[in-house]
């Protein structure tokens, strides 16, 4: 089994993502594991994702555009994020990845609290997508262990 190299986890809510990125390492011990944390530090690193592709993402559909902070006006927010609001930023990134070349191939598992059918309206063609998986969050790493194995495995040439 070829096990994954690198891995991203884009989820700003600290307690999943702490608990993410520790099951990940455990299970994946030869992995880097890195995380992303809110939108648009997803922007301004893609350019860093699509030259160094990881093996898969961990994408959770609800991301804060940028950490709190006394400086951020809301003029600063793009006019699609001001519109949408943080409830589908995951699956914003989602569509840079797929609209890139040198990205639209990377294995990614939404990651989300969100049942499928909630995604529906603004992802509707989700089964199109073959390297686009959801995964409803759940207690326990095992089916996200899981899911990153199959798809890292569909991946391989």
């Known amino acids: 089994m070829n096990t994954p190299r690198n891995i991203l986890v884009v ?36 350019e860093a994702i699509a030259q160094n592709p990881p093996d898969a993402i961990v994408m959770d559909v609800m991301l804060q555009w940028t950490e709190a902070s006394d400086d951020i ?14 409830y589908r930023a995951g699956l914003r990134c989602e569509e840079m990845l797929t609209a890139d070349g040198r990205t639209k191939n990377i294995p990614m598992i939404l990651y989300t609290i969100l049942e ?33 194995r199959e798809v890292r495995e569909r991946a391989l040439p």
């Not at 006006?73 to 943080?86: A, I, M, S």
């Open 11 to 46: 989820e700003n809510d600290f307690l999943q993502s702490d608990w993410l990125v520790k099951s990940l390492r455990q299970a994946f011990p030869q992995a880097k594991v890195w995380q992303i944390k809110t939108e648009s530090a997803f922007r301004d690193s893609f």
């Open 116 to 148: 499928r059918h909630d995604l529906e309206p603004d992802f509707p063609d989700l089964n199109a997508h073959p390297n686009v998986k959801h995964l409803r969050k759940d207690s326990t790493p095992e089916p996200l262990i899981q899911l990153i």
């Open 73 to 86: 006006e809301e003029q600063t927010f793009p006019k699609r994020v001001l519109d949408e609001g943080p």
